[in-house]
């Protein structure tokens, strides 16, 4: 009678990390199960704040406050087209009147601030039209 033939132990790969990892660590890793998953409300805030500027501004209430915020000549001459994005932008007459405009940029753009607040409006656009 033949001798039966001794079997090689099989290794598994796929567990041989996991083994060396429980030895190494002193004790089985924990599975993670919420690992990767977030909640769809931490996520709503941010998303509003950069494309819709949460605490957005209303176009109207600029078009309304320009001729007081930029004064009667500045106010005649431009005209508040949209506000998007933080960016406001003004139609302006002449091109004579953008390059001043653009001189006064600093100054128009704190006043604007200090009237709506610092993080509604970031720059001014001027626009011949």
Do not use: Y
């Not at 429980?22 to 089985?28: A, Y």
């Not at 431009?78 to 932008?89: A, F, I, N, R």
Request: aromatic residues 6%.
């Amino acid at each position: 009678m033949a001798a039966p033939r001794k079997r090689k132990p099989t290794i598994r790969r796929e567990g041989i990390h996991e083994e060396l990892m429980s030895e190494w660590l002193g004790c089985d890793k924990p599975l993670k199960l919420d690992a990767n998953i977030s909640a769809a409300g931490e996520w709503i805030d941010e998303i509003l704040k950069k494309q819709f500027f949460a605490e957005s501004i209303n176009e109207e209430e600029v078009k309304t406050a320009w001729k007081e915020i930029a004064g009667d000549f500045i106010g005649n001459n431009t005209e508040p087209v949209s506000v998007k994005e933080g960016h406001l932008v003004l139609r302006v007459t002449q091109p004579a009147m953008r390059f001043h405009l653009e001189q006064m940029k600093p100054d128009l753009l704190r006043k604007i601030k200090e009237r709506f607040g610092n993080d509604k409006i970031k720059s001014i656009k001027f626009s011949l039209g």
